[in-house]
């Protein structure tokens, strides 16, 4: 099975058919290059600053040769476009629910970029620190990959098991059963939190980059904290629908705190 592609005009119920379908969608034309470079010259300071690992564990999680620079709702503004897109939220409330009752919330945030020489990253679902429910799970996340360069299958575009969100813990995928997401930048890639996925070898001279932006119900401990991720000073100056995107907004009953404990504590240095 193939990666589904649709364009950002498609309706958005045939967008989120083909992702029910095969697990991943990709979208073409979702992302105005302004917002592009806005984003990247925001991020780039972070990314130049980051950790490269050049020598490479194989068991690790993530592979060497990679930049990885998190917390994106604080270092850049323009991320605002990519976390609450039409395309995106369309997607969350048919996956986990409708976003107006808060059944969503931004789970993850990471500018990612491959270089030259990275190895293959473990196949992983992004479910799978939700232990408790056995696979196939219901669905918990929703998951997503922008294009800020090129995603190719020589430079390490994303490694994706169409149809994988259905199958019991004992399959595993057969080699031919793997595909890569191959996109032009401006797209954006979206895949079901019970997909076998991973970063694709790098074997050629370019970095491919990457934002990674995932979504987890309401009711779910998120993976990257938002609440320590964006400090209170800065969250207050978010709009208010990227602020209760980021947990800010209640889930029924949870999420409850008292504003007035700012403004008690505000100046003081602890408890004493
Ligand atoms: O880099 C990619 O294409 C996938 C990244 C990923 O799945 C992760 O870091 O969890």
């Known amino acids: 099975m193939k990666v589904p592609r649709c364009s950002a005009d498609d309706p958005i119920d045939d967008i989120a058919a083909s992702l029910d379908e095969a697990g991943c969608v990709v979208v073409t034309d979702a992302l105005k290059s302004e917002t592009r470079s806005d984003f990247i010259g925001e991020l780039d300071p972070y990314l130049q600053a980051a950790y490269v690992d050049t020598t490479d564990n194989p068991e690790s999680f993530y592979a060497g040769h990679t930049r990885r620079v998190v917390g994106l709702i604080a270092r850049s503004k323009a991320v605002e476009q990519l976390v609450l897109h039409p395309t995106s939220t369309g997607l969350c409330d048919r996956w986990l629910g409708p976003g107006a009752e808060f059944g969503y919330q931004l789970h993850v945030s990471a500018a990612i970029s491959v270089g030259p020489g990275a190895r293959e990253q473990i196949l992983h679902r992004e479910e799978d620190s939700f232990t408790f429910f056995p696979l196939p799970r219901p669905k918990l996340v929703l998951a997503s990959m922008w294009a800020m360069a090129d995603f190719r299958a020589d430079n390490g575009g994303t490694r994706l098991v169409p149809g994988s969100h259905r199958w019991p813990a004992d399959r595993e995928p057969t080699s031919s059963e793997i595909v890569q997401a191959e996109m032009p930048a401006g797209s954006v890639l979206f895949w079901a939190g019970g997909t076998l996925h991973g970063g694709g070898e790098n074997r050629s001279e370019d970095w491919r980059y990457g934002a990674i932006l995932t979504y987890s119900l309401g009711w779910l401990r998120q993976e990257e904290n938002q609440y320590l991720a964006v400090p209170p000073e800065l969250s207050e100056t978010l709009s208010p629908d990227l602020r209760k995107i980021i947990g800010h907004g209640m889930y029924r009953a949870l ?14 240095s602890g408890h004493d």
Do not use: K, M, V
């Open 255 to 268: 999420g409850a705190y008292d504003p007035r404990l700012y403004q008690e504590f505000a100046g003081s």
